[in-house]
């Protein structure tokens, strides 16, 4: 039973590691400036004040500036969209078992994703999304970890 439940959380992982990828550096961000050097299109799209994003999106859905589901798709898909890594890198990784190397090892991921997409020009730089990202994947991986869930999967 423990190698049919690997070989399809295998599957999902492919599955997953598909959309994102399709997600992150392939849908349509709406991001301009493919005139500018490209030193001046991260100096326009980044942000690496940590929680700058997150306190506007928040004051303008409050002060209703924006609205509701770009704040929404923005602060909680981040989270939601590396939660998978919380379960999949465990798994598949199994350096990456304690909380440290888990943390670590997202970190490290987050942050060469977030150069990439400024550097293709398919997204900015933006250190709430590394900062979201990690929660995400973090909170899956404090439950998946917890006695009662490995219990439940692999009695």
């Known amino acids: 039973m423990r190698k049919v439940i690997k070989f399809t959380l295998g599957i999902c992982f492919i599955l997953y590691l598909f959309v994102l990828i399709i997600l992150l550096f392939f ?8 005139n500018l050097s ?6 326009n799209t980044s942000n690496f004040i940590p ?10 859905m409050f002060n209703e500036t924006i609205n509701t589901n770009i704040v929404v798709r ?19 990784i199994k ?6 190397r ?6 490290v991921l987050i942050l ?4 990439i997409q400024a550097l293709t020009r398919r997204g900015s730089f933006d250190i709430d999304d590394l900062i979201l990202n990690v929660f995400g994947a ?4 404090t439950i998946w970890r917890s006695n009662i869930v490995q219990k439940l999967v692999f009695p």
């Open 27 to 34: 849908e349509n961000r709406g991001y301009t400036g493919t």
């Open 38 to 43: 490209l030193i001046e299109y991260v100096k």
């Open 51 to 60: 929680f700058n994003t997150i306190y506007f999106y928040v004051q303008a």
């Open 74 to 92: 923005n602060i909680i898909g981040n989270i939601i969209a590396f939660m998978p890594m919380g379960v999949f890198l465990p798994i598949f």
């Open 95 to 100: 350096r990456s078992n304690s909380v440290t």
């Open 102 to 107: 888990f943390t670590i090892s997202m970190i």
């Open 112 to 115: 060469c994703i977030e150069t």
């Open 138 to 141: 973090l909170l899956v991986f």
